[in-house]
């Protein structure tokens, strides 16, 4: 079992609609982060939060540490928000990565 | 300020050739990270730097993966000889501090035939 998994793996949205994704985890944490990855390009860091909500333009990233869980939101997609949305945990001085969740997110 | 800036971008290689991969962390961040990563999978730690220090290499294969960051700026991760199981991307990344925010250079997407 991963340390760390996330939901759906692949969605696909027309524009505009709101989108979750979610990730659950079962190791400790010290922060989370949700990265965001284009084909063929590096990874972005979109947040890293360790309690509560934070939100940036579109998008909105929750998390509940007593139920070890993280929802990252965008409202209003857009199709240049297609792309695989990655959570990672840091426990202590370790990183563990999600598999990423594959949005498409269709005109 | 530039990001974590990583070289080559792709490199396509025969398998048992060496490869070397290159990272410039940005400037002034004292943890830096190589990883691994599959198509369809996160990334995989290789190798962790404290400064100039590895700190956690554990999952690095050490019979033919090697780094360095000699003086605890940039770094470089070499393979010798590579194989057909090492093709992947090869994501450099670097935080402040180990607690810190991560950053990602654009990776180094290796094809080994």
């Known amino acids: 079992k991963n340390e760390v998994e996330q939901s759906p793996q692949n969605l696909t949205a027309q524009e505009g609609e709101f989108i979750t994704i979610n990730c659950s985890y079962s190791v400790g944490i010290s922060a989370l982060h949700w990265l965001q990855q284009h084909p063929g390009g590096g990874i972005v860091s979109l947040f890293m939060?360790?309690?509560g909500k934070k939100k940036h333009g579109r998008l909105i990233a929750t998390i509940n540490i007593q139920e070890k869980h993280s929802s990252l939101h965008i409202t209003a997609s857009h199709p240049r928000d297609s792309a695989v949305y990655i959570c990672a945990v840091k426990d202590g001085n370790q990183f563990y990565f999600g598999t990423g969740t594959s949005l498409t997110v269709i005109p | 300020e530039a990001g974590v800036v990583q070289s080559p971008r792709y490199k396509i290689i025969e398998k048992k050739q060496p490869v070397a991969f290159w990272c410039n962390p940005i400037?002034?961040?004292?943890?830096l990270y190589w990883y691994r990563q599959n198509l369809g999978q996160g990334p995989e730690l290789l190798i962790r730097y404290e400064n100039e220090e590895a700190v956690d290499d554990s999952q690095l294969p050490k019979d033919r993966f090697s780094a360095e960051r000699l003086k605890g700026v940039d770094s470089t991760l070499k393979i010798q000889p590579a194989e057909l199981g090492d093709s992947a991307v090869y994501l450099c990344a670097s935080s402040l501090w180990v607690a810190g925010e991560l950053f990602f250079g654009e990776g180094s997407r290796l094809t080994v035939l």
């Open positions: 939060l360790s309690s």
């Open positions: 400037s002034g961040h004292n943890t």
